[in-house]
């Protein structure tokens, strides 16, 4: 008798077009300050606001896309995310086309971008909740891990691969085409989700079609509970530093040290590390407290910051990726724990939602602070590099707030993870 398959088909295929989405996902942001500040020849404080608004929407959206999914079903709601990136991403490759060209939008061009952005940026937060939610309702307890491992190097095989094609075709087709390929993967994924994807079934115990006012309603309660929201707010900074690499970047490289630079094939360093890495790194750190890790994952991440301007290089951009990919494989795989120690007992699935809450809050902050820093350390003050000092003060600052909030809010009294879950 053939035995069961350990995973099932749906599980697959959710994971596969999460993949491709990926790609194109990551492909367009490797390119994005470029198109926008160079092709489109917005400022560097609109570039760097449209870039982080991009971000704040796809890290937000998953907050509440979970509820909706659930009462869409999970096949008609990632048919309709694919649908929607789709758009976004061909309205964005098309704003060369003679056509807009001839509107002579002028100052409205920003706030044309930045509904396309908001587009596609919704349906990018939309796949998130389904596939993570594919993957719990297809496995077991037994699977489970290794499936959100699958899941995970996925992802990141995607973000190794996107800016690989994204400079291929920009610097053979041109830099909007980069969106249009975009768009036809997405669109590709369509007929897959709909040739091939199957409604997995709820868990035991999932409540499905959950209404949207209870969701709001359960959006209140973690705004009520400070120790979280202030947690939140402190490991955004993280991401703030993260996101510079996609805004203040390729700004500063493409104008301070090479005009000429291939900046997006440049973020193909970071996924790659995650790739090659991330099991060697969870084997030294498993041991240690959750809270010490995630210090130390911060620690590192800032330091990267100061190699950016040590000497102004790719080489430089280089190493600093590397250094601040160690860090993010250093905290991330025990930042949820350390997220269920913060939860209060009964509520850790709620507050587990919001885990994207930092990464949407750390996006929008890059955006209003990454052009600014930009134009005035490098045209008022003209000492570009040290804007990147100012930035790995901004990590260290973070880093310093949690070991306070550890010591005297945070989770010393609360049981271990394990204990935690329970």
């Given amino acids: 008798m053939p035995s069961k398959p350990a995973y099932h088909p749906s599980f697959w295929v959710a994971n596969g077009t999460e993949l491709f989405e990926r790609m194109a996902f990551y492909g367009n942001q490797a390119v994005m ?35 909706l999914a659930d009462k869409m079903g999970f096949r008609r709601a990632l048919t309709l995310a694919y649908l929607i990136l789709t758009t976004g991403y061909f309205l964005l490759g098309s704003l060369r086309s003679s056509f807009v060209q001839g509107l002579g939008l002028g100052s409205s061009l920003a706030w044309l971008v930045a509904g396309m952005l908001v587009i596609s940026g919704a349906g990018a937060g939309f796949v998130k909740p389904v596939v ?4 719990s309702r297809t496995t077991s307890e037994a699977t489970r891990s290794t499936g959100f491992s699958v899941y995970y190097m996925l992802v990141n095989v995607g973000g190794l691969v996107g800016p690989l094609i994204a400079n291929l075709v920009r610097l053979h087709w041109g830099i909007q085409h980069v969106f249009q390929v975009g768009a036809g993967i997405c669109a590709l994924m369509v007929v897959v989700t709909l040739a091939a994807f199957r409604e997995p079934a709820p868990g035991p115990g999932e409540q499905q079609g959950k209404p949207l006012a209870a969701a709001l309603l359960d959006l209140l309660r973690v705004f ?30 493409r104008t301070y040290v090479d005009p000429q630079a291939n900046t997006d094939l440049v973020l193909m360093v970071g996924p790659g590390c995650v790739v090659a890495l991330q099991v060697l790194v969870n084997r030294i750190w498993r041991k240690v407290s959750p809270t010490k890790v995630i210090l130390v994952g911060g620690m590192i991440a800032s330091c990267s910051m100061l190699l950016v301007g040590v000497a102004p290089s790719m080489w430089a951009v280089v190493a600093a990726l590397v250094v601040f990919s160690l860090g993010e494989m250093t905290q991330a795989p025990r930042f949820y724990e350390y997220v269920s120690l913060l939860a209060p007992p009964g509520q850790t699935g709620l507050f587990m939602g919001y885990s994207f809450a930092p990464i949407a809050l750390g996006s929008f902050l890059a955006g209003q602070v990454g052009g600014r820093l930009v134009k005035y350390f490098g045209e008022q003050l ?3 590099a040290l804007m990147w000092t100012v930035l790995f003060l901004f990590g260290i600052a ?25």
């Fill in 382 to 384: 003209h000492r570009p």
């Fill in 224 to 253: 009520r509970n400070w120790r979280f929201i202030f947690f939140l707010t402190v490991f955004s900074v993280f991401w703030m530093m993260f996101f510079q690499f996609y805004i203040a970047m390729p700004m500063y490289i």
């Fill in 398 to 422: 973070a880093c310093v707030l949690m070991a306070a909030f550890n010591r005297f809010a945070g989770t010393a009294s609360r049981p271990s993870g394990q204990e935690a879950a329970r």
């Fill in 132 to 135: 993570t939610g594919t993957v």
């Fill in 33 to 67: 300050t470029i198109f926008l500040g160079e092709t489109l020849a917005f400022s560097k404080e609109t570039t760097s606001q449209l870039v982080g608004l991009a971000g704040t929407v796809v890290y937000g959206m998953p907050i509440l896309a979970g509820t």
